[in-house]
């Protein structure tokens, strides 16, 4: 990428992170060309061009998408605020979209939500950032202490793991293990994205040293101590696939360190919807000898 390329994409990106931490503004189009310090009499065609979709296609799928997570994860949400805050004064106009786009109403969602659809209206946001824009933050060696945590695995189909993390939080909530006083992290046991890997196995985890009756779903568990590089990802972080790439391919091989026994793990700092999206932050950390 040129000098001139970086710069172009840089502005763009800007214009990404407005959208992301403002979702309950007016977003109109002067607004965001201006924080891109584009022409607005341009801006819309050189969005779509350098992103391919539309500024509105792309601020309603961001709407939508707290949205739905919003209604899987907060139950105690009503649906007519969320719709609402997805720009909506009227709850039919935002069902007959959300139907639409996800293929459920929003009730259906919040009841039993039907993942693979999901991910498929929502593929263009995460190839758009997670790819096309990823930006990388220097990497730092950190040592981490060792974390006592209890721990839910998912083994399966990576679509299915919205049902894992629906459990997982009601486990949390009944056990008052808030994400505010207790530390969130994610195990990557295999590689969601490689099939020749098998079933992907992701732990989900609280740090805590309480004990807990025995349970099917939830086991004890421990992060151990010791050297790790640490990537940190702001923005959306609901797919690390190219910042995982980030440290494997790119910093490793030029660091001169070697890998211990023990699988990339993540903590998620601050995350969305508790965070406007451009605001999430999560520690990813690779272990090092």
């Excluded at 979709?53 to 949400?77: I, N, P, T």
């Excluded at 060696?141 to 629906?166: K, N, Q, V, Y």
Aim: aromatic share 10%; with cysteine; hydrophobic share 40%.
């Amino acid at each position: 990428m040129t000098p001139a390329q970086r710069t172009y994409h840089n502005r763009m990106r800007r214009a990404l992170d407005h959208i992301d931490r403002h979702l309950d503004d007016d977003l109109d189009l002067a607004t965001i060309s201006a924080v891109a310090a584009f022409s607005k009499f341009h801006f819309h065609r050189q969005f779509t061009a350098c992103f391919g979709l539309s500024v509105h296609r792309y601020v309603q799928l961001a709407r939508l998408k707290r949205a739905s997570y919003q209604l899987a994860y907060r139950d105690r949400d009503r649906i007519t605020d969320v719709a609402q805050d997805a720009g909506y004064d009227a709850p039919d106009a935002f069902a007959r979209v959300f139907r639409k786009r996800f293929g459920q109403s929003p009730s259906d969602f919040r009841s039993a939500p039907d993942w693979a659809p999901w991910r498929a209206a929502l593929l263009p946001l995460d190839d758009l950032r997670n790819r096309t824009m990823q930006h990388f933050d220097p990497i730092t060696i950190r040592d981490f202490p060792a974390t006592p945590i209890a721990l839910m695995s998912h083994d399966g189909d990576m679509a299915a793991i919205g049902d894992t993390i629906r459990r997982f939080i009601a486990w949390r909530r009944a056990n008052r293990l808030s994400p505010a006083d207790s530390p969130t992290f994610n195990i990557f046991h295999t590689d969601p994205t490689d099939p020749a890997a098998g079933p992907v196995r992701i732990d989900l985890c609280v740090g805590t040293d309480r004990q807990f009756p025995a349970s099917d779903d939830v086991t004890a568990g421990l992060i151990p101590a010791g050297r790790c590089a640490v990537l940190r990802v702001t923005g959306r972080s609901d797919d690390l696939e190219a910042a995982a790439l980030h440290l494997y391919r790119e910093w490793l091989p030029a660091s001169g360190e070697e890998l211990r026994d023990f699988p990339l793990f993540c903590q998620r700092v601050s995350f969305f919807p508790d965070v406007p999206e451009g605001e999430a932050i999560t520690d990813l950390f690779l272990p090092l000898r």
